[in-house]
């Protein structure tokens, strides 16, 4: 399961590196200005965008792309959400901001899996427990290596 979630993610991944510095240059961008940026006008590019800056913890990029006006709850590749990348990838206070704008911990990617289960399979403890406050069912999941 590991390696399914790893795979999932691994696009994310590569282009958080790839994208490094456009994320910085967008950072330093105020949410009125979303609205001239060529490829974040789009709504599918800004739940691109968030995914991406939920893999990375990305905090300040989070809060600005929830500002302009993207959507905590679209689900893109694999049906998977931005709270799920935070669960996935340990980013505690990216999930914090993500439930706190109106993530639904519920949501069911394509595999059946919710951020509760991919939190408790790569054992984040903060996130378990923040998405246990928030609503989400036990999961079924083991964690990895047991």
């Given at each position: 399961?590991?390696?399914?979630?790893?795979?999932?993610?691994?696009?994310?991944?590569?282009?958080?590196?790839?994208?490094?510095?456009?994320?910085?240059?967008?950072?330093?961008l105020?949410?009125?200005?979303?609205?001239?940026?060529?490829?974040?006008?789009?709504?599918?590019?800004?739940?691109?965008?968030?995914?991406?800056?939920?893999?990375?913890?990305?905090?300040k990029?989070?809060?600005?792309?929830?500002a302009?006006?993207?959507?905590?709850?679209k689900?893109?590749?694999?049906?998977?959400?931005?709270?799920?990348?935070?669960?996935?990838?340990?980013?505690?206070?990216?999930?914090?901001?993500?439930l706190?704008?109106?993530?639904?911990?519920?949501?069911?990617?394509?595999?059946?899996?919710?951020?509760?289960?991919?939190?408790v399979?790569?054992?984040?403890?903060?996130?378990?427990?923040?998405?246990?406050q928030?609503?989400?069912?036990?999961?079924p999941?083991?964690?990895?290596?047991?």
């Amino acid at each position: 399961m590991l390696r399914k979630l790893k795979e999932r993610f691994s696009e994310q991944s590569i282009a958080k590196s790839l994208h490094a510095s456009a994320l910085s240059r967008l950072e330093r961008l105020r949410p009125s200005d979303f609205q001239y940026d060529p490829l974040l006008k789009y709504e599918k590019n800004r739940v691109k965008a968030l995914m991406l800056a939920a893999c990375g913890d990305r905090v300040k990029m989070v809060r600005l792309l929830l500002a302009a006006g993207a959507d905590p709850n679209k689900q893109v590749e694999y049906g998977a959400t931005p709270l799920m990348a935070a669960a996935t990838w340990g980013c505690t206070e990216t999930a914090r901001i993500l439930l706190e704008a109106g993530a639904d911990p519920n949501f069911v990617d394509e595999e059946g899996l919710t951020a509760m289960d991919m939190a408790v399979q790569m054992c984040h403890k903060d996130i378990i427990q923040m998405l246990r406050q928030a609503g989400a069912p036990e999961s079924p999941q083991p964690p990895v290596g047991f």
